[in-house]
């Protein structure tokens, strides 16, 4: 009996230690924050010991939910696995683990996911943590070690006690801006808001936490509850609504001026970085600006540049149309590591070859330029005529060029393939959720409608072999390309007229079995009306036409 209570109280204390160790911080989309051994941005998880030494060897990681044993730490190397009170572990989450005991086997998702901190029975779930998308280089974690409540970290702290550290204020412009925006540009919800373009010229991003923007009296301080709406890109662009509405998210401001006055941005440390002039008489869809990106001389755009830059060249695309893409690639499809990861399916519909190096993909209407298409010195980028191109959406670019920044939700969600200008749409695609190795495409190459594939055709024609889809779906809602050069082909999804800013009807169209329609009518700004049967929901599309 003696001997029997001694292990019980060994159990019990082993038990008690582990419970002391917590999942600390994570860092799910290291861009170029700082990298391993191996000299490579990898994602990472942190562990914290909030109570005696302890070795981990034969506890585990995990990031899903049916494998709570994914990972385990190993049993050898008692130097990596034992951890000191009041001390922390990183563990590089890569799935690479050829480069060491501290590298697992999984990769983290910035789009967000939950992980676990599991017993060594690969059962016993003691800690875990849920996060959503991720902002590059900003990690998640507790606001101190061992805390349980949590935020972001604009300054990450691996191997080293969790505190915020306040960055001094960065020069920032307010570069743009437009009061009434009725047809310009809509917001997540399909809403045409007031906004405001900030321009960063730093080679750093620049998270607005703490930030104000101040107009006539009132003002919005930004939060730092979701820092990839509020983050401006290294010299890059990013716009905020003057909805008042921040239910919407932190991208949308309390402020919906209705008088002219200086709107003024304010620095986390209460002195005015920037200020410009709100003019509430500026036209409909007009937008007031700096003619060039931070220059002082402002002008009135009739032809406004939401995201890009003011001096915006219109770049038009060439002939490509994203033709199908996968969101959960069971077996279907494997990239050039053997990986199966999601993918998108680029196709040129000309008769030229067309080079998509740096074009643009993104799945964030908020970041038209969240992915730029490398360059790679070689004819991989090369689409043939009547040719396909894969994407692998893994967030992986360290296995090839064609390895994309993020993952296409299985929930559904936007794609938007763009010019080399970063503005101008190619092509435009609402995926939907998808089935476990389904995918969605066009019904056939480069045409209507789009449908859900059974038997998905990666790198190949979709041809007649689909007639396996489901329901089909024309479901993007605006013209491309927009701006569009005269002679060039419109895609559109439904019948309409044209109108010119004098109310004259030019042009109109009913949808036949093509969706795109040439375009021949002097340059200058025209209004589409939609005629199909939701027309009454859906708000006319301004069209820009270039000579």
């Known amino acids: 009996m003696q001997w029997t209570f001694f292990l019980l109280i060994i159990s019990s204390a082993t038990v008690s230690v582990a419970q ?72 590089w989450c890569d799935n690479d683990e050829q480069q060491g005991s501290d590298h697992a086997n999984f990769k983290l998702s910035g789009e967000g996911e939950t992980v676990y901190f599991v017993d060594t029975d690969g059962i016993t779930i003691i800690d875990s943590i849920s996060f959503g998308i991720q902002q ?33 204020p960065s020069v920032l412009y307010i ?21 405001v373009e900030l321009f960063n010229p730093n080679d750093e991003q620049v998270n607005l936490a703490g930030y104000t923007l101040e ?27 003057f909805d008042n509405e921040v239910e919407q998210g932190s991208n949308h401001v309390a402020l919906a001026p209705t008088e002219s006055g200086t709107l003024s941005l304010v620095g986390n440390d209460g002195i005015t970085i920037d200020s410009a002039e709100w003019n509430d008489a500026l036209p409909e869809d007009q937008s007031w600006g700096r003619e060039q990106d931070g220059s002082l001389n402002w002008t009135v755009f009739d032809f406004p540049t939401a995201r890009a830059t003011n001096t915006l060249q219109i770049i038009q695309p060439g002939d490509l149309v994203i033709n199908e893409v996968q969101s959960d690639n ?52 090369i689409v043939p005529p009547s040719g396909f191109v ?29 010019s080399p200008d970063g503005f101008t749409i190619a092509d435009a695609i609402d995926v939907p ?47 491309y390309p927009n701006p569009i050069r005269n002679g060039q082909l419109l895609h559109v999804a439904s019948a309409a007229r044209v109108f010119n800013a004098n109310g004259q009807q030019v042009m109109q169209w ?29 708000k006319p599309s301004k069209l820009f036409v270039l000579d």
Not at 184 to 195: C, I, K, Q, S, Y
Not at 390 to 418: P, T, Y
Not at 510 to 536: C, H
């Open 20 to 91: 002391n160790i917590q999942i600390n911080e994570v860092l799910a989309s290291n861009a170029s924050l700082d990298y391993d051994d191996f000299f490579q941005y990898e994602d990472w998880l942190e562990l914290y010991n909030g109570g005696g030494i302890q070795d981990l060897a034969g506890y585990h990681l995990s990031d899903d939910p049916d494998s709570l044993d994914k990972w385990i730490f190993p049993l050898d190397d008692p130097g990596l696995t034992t951890i000191l009170p009041n001390d922390h572990i990183r563990i």
């Open 136 to 168: 590059d280089n900003i990690s998640f974690g507790a606001a101190c070690d061992g805390c349980t409540e949590w935020q972001y970290f604009n300054s990450p702290t691996p191997n080293a006690p969790n505190a915020e550290t306040i960055l001094s």
């Open 175 to 195: 570069n743009e801006i437009q009061v009434a925006n009725a047809s310009t540009v809509a917001d997540e919800l399909n809403e045409f808001d007031a906004w």
């Open 215 to 241: 107009i006539n009296g009132v003002s919005h301080t930004f939060e730092n509850n979701e820092p990839w709406l509020i983050t401006i890109p290294s010299n890059g662009f990013q716009i905020y609504w």
């Open 330 to 381: 069971f077996i279907t499809y494997p990239d050039n590591t053997g990986e199966y990861d999601d993918w998108i399916e680029i196709y040129n519909s000309g008769n030229t070859p067309i080079d998509i190096a740096n074009y643009y993909l993104t799945d964030r209407l908020d970041q038209p330029q969240k992915w730029l298409i490398p360059s790679c010195n070689c004819d991989s980028t």
């Open 390 to 418: 894969m994407i692998f959406a893994d967030e992986d670019g360290s296995q090839g060029w064609n390895h994309a920044n993020f993952k296409v939700s299985s929930n559904g969600e936007s794609l938007a393939l763009r």
């Open 433 to 479: 959720a998808l089935s476990l190795g389904k995918s969605f495409g066009r019904s056939y190459d480069a045409d209507l409608p789009w449908v859900e594939f059974n038997l998905p055709t990666p790198n190949a024609s979709n041809g007649t072999a689909n007639d396996l889809g489901a329901t089909p779906s024309l479901n993007w809602t605006e013209p």
């Open 510 to 538: 009913t949808i036949i079995r093509s969706d795109r329609i040439e375009i021949n009518l002097p340059s200058g700004i025209y209004f589409i009306q939609w005629t199909d049967a939701l027309a009454a929901t859906r």
